[in-house]
Each structure stands twice: as C-alpha cells, then as structure tokens.
C-alpha cells in the first residue's frame, strides 16, 4: 500500500541520515586525534630544540577551527533531518494506530450486531422460513420505537420506571438488561408445539 511505501521510505533516509551522522562523528573524533596528535609531536620536536613559527600554529587551528564549524553545521543539519522524519514516522505509526482502532471498532459493531440478529431471530422467528414476516413489522415497530425517537425512549423508560423495585424485593425483580430469550422446552409435548 501507499502507506506502506513512505514508510519504507522514511526508513530508508533514517537510515542514511544516522549513517552521516555516524561518518560525522567518526570525523570528529580524526579531527580531535590529529589535534592530540599534534600537539605530541610538537612536545616531542621541542625537546628536541625545534620549534615551528607561529604561523605554522595558526594555519593548523585556522584549518581546525573551519572543519570544526563545518562538522558543526553538518551535524546540526543531521539532528533536524532526523527530528522532521521521526516526527513523519510517529505521525504515520499514529495514522496506524487509528486504523487499526477502527477496524477493531467495526469487527465490534459487527459481532454486536450479528448477536442482535440472533436475538432477533430467536424472538421473531427468521424472516426468511416465515412467508408472512410482513405482518410481524409493527410489532418490530412497537418494540425498536425507541431507538427512533427520544420521546418514545422516554415514555417507555417512565412506564417501565414505576416498576423499578431493589433485587432483594420481595414482591418484584429488577428489570434484566436486555431481552428475555425463551428458555428450552421442558418436554417434548411443548417443543411440538414451539416448532
């Protein structure tokens, strides 16, 4: 996929840019060698009574100091490059994320919906072996009314509510949370009539 190339992309030039970073380092750490080394030899020949003229001197730290600026730079150069692309790449991984929390959202919608049908199935019958399912729709109509309308909701909530009555009631139970799926035949004479 698209996605799927930019990121492979975006690793790729991460890649290359902490390759320069680690060449960039590397040179720094030449440059503070030749430094040391420098300076040992230039001990080193003035114990031996010979000294380089000054501007000897200046030419090598004018020299050093202008590689140091230009690693400087490069390396600062480096560090936003890498800040930009690990911003692209969390914006991406967030980006997955999200679609990954969608999906997971919808396969939720789907089993709660696929459960309903169940439901449904076993309270109404299937439309499909029942020829007049038709006429069972107001029925439908009557028990889902409240998920059309809100004035409805609150009509039946206030019906129902005049029954709410503790668990531990004597003469009452509370209202179960969903539908009250028919239990199994109890004998065979009753499933002949369920069927």
Known sequence: SQEQELKAAADSVLSEVRKKQADTK?????????????????????????????SADEAFESQVESLRTLLKNRTELYEAEERALRVMLEGEQEEERKREMEKKQKKE????????????????????????????????????????????????????DQYLVPADHPEGSSIPPGWVLPSLPSSDTWATAVR
């Open 109 to 160: 919608r789907e089993k709660l919906l696929q459960q309903k049908r169940e439901i449904d199935s076993k309270l109404f019958g299937e439309p499909d072996e029942f020829p007049l399912a038709h006429l069972l729709q107001p029925f439908r109509d009557y028990y889902l009314q409240a998920e059309h309308s809100v004035a409805a909701l609150i009509q039946i909530r206030h019906e129902w």
């Open 26 to 54: 590397r040179m720094v750490d030449i440059l503070r060698s030749l430094e040391k080394l420098r300076k040992l030899r230039k001990e080193a020949a003035a114990r031996k009574g010979v000294c380089p003229p000054p």
